[in-house]
Nanobody, 124 residues
Framework: QVQLVESGGGLVQPGGSLRLSCAAS????????MGWFRQAPGKEREFVTA????????RYEDSVKGRFTISRDNAKNTVYLQMNSLKPEDTAVYYC?????????????????WGQGTQVTVSS
C-alpha cells in the first residue's frame, strides 16, 4: 500500500496552466503504474492519464491529448500532471492513484490506492 498526497490545484483562467504533483510514500513507488483521474460536480470519476512504472508508456483520455502531460520522478516518489491550455470543462477534483500492475490502465477499478484529491477550477 502507498499513501498518496496531491498538490498544485487552484484557480486558473481559461488558457492557463497548472502543474499537479502527487507524492507517494513507501519504497515501492517505482513498481507502480500511476494514474490521474478527475471528478466534476454531478459527474462520475473519469480517467485522465496514466504512466507505466518506468515512465516509458503513457495513456491519455482523448479530450486532454496534446494539452496534458504526465511524468514521474521515481527518485522523488512523485508523479506530475502538467496541464496547459486549460478549459472550463477541465474543472474538477483531480485524484492520483497507484496500480500494482504493469499495464497502464484507464479503469479506476484497476487502481489500488488513491489520494484525497486536489481542486482545479478553470474560470475567468
Amino acid at each position: 500500500q502507498v499513501q498518496l498526497v496531491e498538490s498544485g490545484g487552484g484557480l486558473v483562467q481559461p488558457g492557463g496552466s497548472l502543474r499537479l504533483s502527487c507524492a507517494a510514500s513507501g519504497r515501492s513507488f517505482s513498481l507502480y503504474s500511476m494514474g490521474w483521474f478527475r471528478q466534476a460536480p454531478g459527474k462520475e470519476r473519469e480517467f485522465v492519464t496514466a504512466i507505466s512504472p518506468s515512465g516509458a508508456n503513457t495513456r491519455y483520455e482523448d479530450s486532454v491529448k496534446g494539452r496534458f502531460t504526465i511524468s514521474r520522478d521515481n527518485a522523488k516518489n512523485t508523479v506530475y500532471l502538467q496541464m496547459n491550455s486549460l478549459k472550463p470543462e477541465d474543472t474538477a477534483v483531480y485524484y492520483c492513484a497507484a496500480d500494482r500492475n504493469l499495464v497502464v490502465s484507464s479503469r479506476s477499478a484497476s487502481y489500488d490506492d488513491w489520494g484525497q484529491g486536489t481542486q482545479v477550477t478553470v474560470s475567468s
